[in-house]
């Protein structure tokens, strides 16, 4: 079992519509959590962290933290073109010095 | 501009090689990682240091050797490269806490031949 989990896709929504990309994570003790949007040849862009249970919204983007069900879920309301990239999970198992590991991403594509 | 720096940003090299990669950053972090990001977009932490102090070291051939002259900069040396070294290589910087908010720099594509 991979330890942090995303689908790779893509996905693709039409413009407009809510984008909702998952992640599952295998080790209950992780503490942070983290949604990182890459463009192609880019380099990984921080977009949204959440630490508690429940939701976190920052303008068009929702985190969600499940951590009895270890899920996290990014939402992104009223998906533009320039949100089609590969999103991807991270989790921090705080008690590692701060190593992140990374789901192998979602590729998302929004289509006008 | 605050941000994480890499130079350069494409290295191309002959297998056997021994190249280097640096990284700084002016956020005022005390922390600063490597990654490596495959051919396959997975993206995994290789090295990161705490204020000039080794924290963590993953399994990576001892041909990597990270070093770190001050805790604004991090750099990486590769012996002897062989073509499966050939990937993006980030580094990254955050502030200890414990939300650990990691920011990346722009990359370097490394190319063996």
């Known amino acids: 079992q991979k330890e942090v989990e995303q689908n790779s896709g893509p996905l693709s929504v039409p413009e407009g519509a809510i984008a909702s990309l998952n992640c599952t994570y295998s080790d209950r003790v992780s503490q942070s959590f983290f949604w990182y949007r890459q463009y192609s040849g880019k380099s990984p862009e921080l977009i949204m962290s959440i630490y508690s249970n429940g939701d976190k919204e920052d303008g068009r983007f929702t985190a969600q933290l499940n951590k009895a069900s270890q899920y996290v879920s990014l939402l992104i309301r009223d998906s533009q073109p320039s949100d089609s990239a590969t999103y991807l999970c991270?989790?921090?198992?705080?008690?590692?010095?701060?190593?992140?590991?990374f789901g192998q991403g979602t590729e998302l594509s929004v289509k006008p | 501009d605050t941000a994480v720096s890499q130079t350069p940003k494409y290295l191309v090299t002959q297998m056997g090689n021994d190249k280097s990669i640096k990284c700084e950053q002016n956020l005022g972090h005390d922390t600063m990682y490597w990654y490596k990001q495959d051919s396959k977009k997975f993206l995994k932490i290789m090295f990161s240091y705490n204020n000039k102090e080794l924290i963590i070291n993953e399994t990576v051939p001892n041909r990597f050797s990270p070093k770190s002259p001050d805790k604004a900069h991090l750099n990486l040396h590769i012996n002897s490269l062989e073509l499966g070294d050939s990937a993006v290589y980030f580094c990254?910087?955050?502030?200890?806490?414990?939300?650990?908010?990691?920011?990346f720099g722009p990359g370097t594509r490394l190319t063996v031949l």
């Open positions: 990254a910087s955050s502030q200890v806490g414990p939300y650990n908010e990691q920011f």
């Open positions: 991270a989790v921090n198992r705080n008690n590692q010095g701060g190593k992140l590991i």
